[in-house]
């Protein structure tokens, strides 16, 4: 399916979507069910392919997370991780606290979103760690599905995060929230 896009001159408006009406577009077939996208203050973002790079991380990831299960969190891969009525992203991994119902999973009570990002990485390390800061996301993690290291994002504040930090693919990641949790890309792979 080829999906057109267009992109607003500066200064135009634009009619911002809805959650719902995005949903409802979906359900009646304005936008197909198999269409990647995000909505990102109520504009919808088109989303790169995945390629091979990265579904091969996210299965050794995900195959990690499971082995390594950690009682009192759950992980939830690639869910519409709804952030406000007129925003939602998919990141590839979510960690939050089991005392959290799924429906009620928001910015300030996810405790680490993972990204895998290949043809995404400028996106996945530029404008995206803004929005889960600006959401109050505690900690993210951007793993470079080329060269597997992977940027720590951390200390969210309304316009990004304080702290970044580079690791390689030897380092031992651990997320401060989630104690109990240590993987190393290396291993993985």
């Known amino acids: 399916m080829t999906v057109h896009v267009t992109q ?3 200064g135009l408006p634009r009619r911002p979507f809805s959650i719902a009406d995005v949903e409802r577009m979906v359900e009646i077939g ?3 069910r198999d269409e990647r996208f995000e909505l990102i ?3 919808i973002v088109p989303m790169s392919p995945k390629g091979i790079r990265h579904e091969r991380l996210k299965e050794l990831v995900n195959v990690w ?6 009682p ?3 992980v939830i891969p690639e869910t519409t991780f709804r952030l406000s009525d007129d925003t939602y992203l998919e990141p590839d991994f979510i960690v939050y606290g089991t005392d959290t119902d799924l429906a009620e999973l928001r910015g300030d009570n996810c405790l680490l ?3 895998i990002a290949d043809s995404s990485l400028a996106y996945d390390l530029g404008r995206k760690p803004q929005i889960f800061a600006a959401f109050g996301v505690r ?3 951007v793993i470079d599905a080329r060269t597997l ?3 720590i994002h951390r200390d969210p504040t309304p316009t990004g995060y304080r702290t970044v930090l580079q690791r390689s693919p030897e380092d031992r990641l651990t997320a401060l929230a989630v104690p109990g949790h240590a993987l190393v890309i290396a291993d993985t792979a």
């Open 65 to 70: 997370l499971v082995q390594h299960y950690v």
């Open 149 to 151: 290291q992977t940027h």
């Open 41 to 43: 203050g109520g504009e």
């Open 30 to 32: 304005v936008i197909g």
């Open 8 to 10: 607003a001159a500066e």
């Open 139 to 141: 900690e993210l993690w």
């Open 113 to 115: 979103a993972i990204e």
């Open 72 to 74: 009192g969190y759950r």
